[in-house]
């Protein structure tokens, strides 16, 4: 990856790559939270939306996100939105979250840059 994820102004697109690693990355640190992972998918069933949300039987969820055609912050923005959903958290709880997933991702983007340095 060539862009700082947690840029608001960033508008590469993402990839399905970029979707693969965020999606084993925010599972590894949701978990650390004592949360509830969604599973991840692409895209959603409906037509027409950037993101779904669907509750599973088991208590799960699945977080389907439109990545195609969309900037990077807008499809990790909707992982980590899928998140708090998920687990139906709220402020306070729901802010301190959002920032610790926002900076697993930055570590991510770290990880990236010094493997193709």
Do not use: C
């Amino acid at each position: 990856m060539n862009h700082k994820m947690s840029d608001p102004a960033t508008t590469a697109a993402a990839s399905t790559a970029d979707f693969a690693a965020a999606a084993r990355l925010l599972s590894l640190e949701v978990r650390r939270h004592r949360l509830v992972a969604p599973s991840y998918r692409s895209p959603p069933r409906l037509v027409g939306v950037d993101r779904t949300l669907r509750r599973r039987p088991d208590g799960g969820a699945v977080v389907a996100i439109r990545v195609r055609g969309r900037p990077v912050t807008a499809v990790l923005g909707d992982m980590i939105e899928g998140v708090v959903v998920a687990n139906q958290l709220v402020p306070p709880h729901s802010d301190r979250v959002r920032t610790e997933l926002w900076r697993a991702l930055d570590h991510l983007h770290d990880t990236a840059h010094v493997g193709a340095a």
